[in-house]
């Protein structure tokens, strides 16, 4: 597809349980950045990848999350043991590099109950 | 520690009536201030970047500036269809981006 998409677009999960986000980046993209928006609040850094580079994962909140992207394909976001306040859109946006503008997926709206 | 921060937080716009959005920022060592549009329910998507103080871009009705401590997006004789949440973001030196909370931007006809 012609942009960056994300699956799925809703979940909803119980308190406890493991979810996994992905994301499809545009291809050629480098580049590769997630970030969680919570209800009314700025987007929050959590991770990013550069090619084969290793990681910058110093915005991941807690060590239940983690992330992989193997090469310049997809990513996925890992959540483990999820809490009430994990609820909020998941965004991934990739670009040609680090320094370049970054274009957005849709987004994962989670809701952990 | 507030990085980004973006003000006002909602402004009200009758059709035609120009005004201007706020993001002040405190990194160091900026590598770029990024704006977005987003709306309800979707992912920002890419209005402008700045890179160096004195620096302006333009698109449409709407004009960035940069400054060594703030950006503005002025919005120019604004239409409905401009209605929408406008952030702000600055890639530090270590590549990681500070969002602010944004400024919801209404234009009533």
């Known amino acids: 597809g012609a942009g960056v998409s994300q699956s799925p677009s809703n979940k909803v999960t119980e308190k406890g349980k493991d979810v996994e986000l992905r994301c499809d980046p545009i291809s050629g993209h480098t580049a590769l950045y997630w970030y969680r928006q919570r209800l009314g609040q700025g987007l929050e850094f959590l991770i990013y990848f550069q090619g084969n580079s290793a990681p910058d994962k110093s915005g991941l909140p807690s060590d239940r999350f983690s992330a992989e992207r193997t090469g310049e394909s997809v990513s996925t976001l890992t959540i483990q043991r999820t809490q009430q306040e994990d609820s909020a859109v998941y965004l991934c946006?990739?670009?040609?590099?680090?320094?370049?503008?970054?274009?957005f997926g849709p987004g994962t709206r989670l809701l952990v109950l | 520690e507030d990085q980004v921060t973006q003000s006002p937080e909602a402004l009200r716009l009758q059709e035609g009536e120009s005004s201007s959005l706020n993001c002040s920022y405190t990194v160091s060592g900026l590598r770029g201030l990024f704006w977005y549009r987003q709306d309800p329910g979707k992912g920002p998507e890419f209005l402008f970047t700045?890179?160096?103080a004195g620096e302006e871009k333009e698109k449409e009705r709407l004009k960035a500036t940069l400054t060594k401590k703030e950006s503005f997006l002025h919005i120019t004789a604004p239409k409905p269809e401009d209605s929408a949440t406008y952030l702000c973001a600055v890639q530090a030196p270590g590549n990681q981006f500070y969002f602010g909370t944004g400024t919801s931007l209404t234009v009533i006809p």
């Open positions: 946006a990739g670009g040609r590099s680090l320094q370049e503008t970054q274009y």
């Open positions: 700045l890179y160096s």
